[in-house]
């Protein structure tokens, strides 16, 4: 099962990333549980976003398309970084994500999403 983990954005990452001893002490921790995932074969991709401040949206409406610059209100429901796994069931992702240290300086959270298979697309496909 493929799952898209989500980091989600607070204030402080939607003012971007500062190099400080506790950012350093952050990153050190993220790297070695990273390298776990690795060990264990869930780890597919992960990447951290830039604040919303540098990315646009583009809304559609049937034919139309409006650009709108960042940032974006509500930081809770904005995306500061993501994983993706291949993990045996949600079960497993779920004790995966109790491991990991805080990806924040204050409270945080993780969502964990399943991504769509062909089977779930296309009944019959794959099997």
């Given at each position: 099962?493929?799952?898209?983990?989500?980091?989600?954005?607070?204030?402080?990452?939607?003012?971007?990333?500062?190099?400080?001893?506790?950012?350093?002490?952050?990153?050190?921790?993220?790297?070695?549980?990273?390298?776990?995932?690795?060990?264990?074969?869930?780890?597919?991709?992960?990447?951290?976003?830039?604040?919303?401040?540098?990315?646009?949206?583009?809304?559609?409406?049937?034919?139309?398309?409006?650009?709108?610059?960042?940032p974006f209100a509500q930081p809770r429901e904005l995306v500061a970084g993501f994983w993706l796994w291949e993990v045996k069931d949600m079960a497993e992702a779920v004790a995966w994500v109790k491991r990991c240290p805080n990806p924040m300086p204050g409270p945080?959270?993780?969502?964990?999403?399943?991504?769509?298979?062909?089977?779930?697309?296309?009944?019959?496909?794959?099997?």
């Amino acid at each position: 099962m493929r799952v898209m983990v989500l980091v989600k954005a607070t204030e402080d990452s939607e003012k971007g990333f500062e190099h400080s001893a506790e950012t350093q002490a952050m990153m050190e921790a993220m790297g070695k549980y990273n390298e776990e995932l690795i060990k264990a074969g869930i780890l597919k991709d992960a990447d951290g976003l830039k604040p919303s401040s540098e990315g646009k949206r583009i809304a559609f409406d049937g034919a139309g398309r409006t650009v709108i610059d960042g940032p974006f209100a509500q930081p809770r429901e904005l995306v500061a970084g993501f994983w993706l796994w291949e993990v045996k069931d949600m079960a497993e992702a779920v004790a995966w994500v109790k491991r990991c240290p805080n990806p924040m300086p204050g409270p945080s959270e993780i969502e964990i999403r399943p991504l769509y298979e062909m089977e779930d697309l296309m009944p019959g496909a794959g099997g």
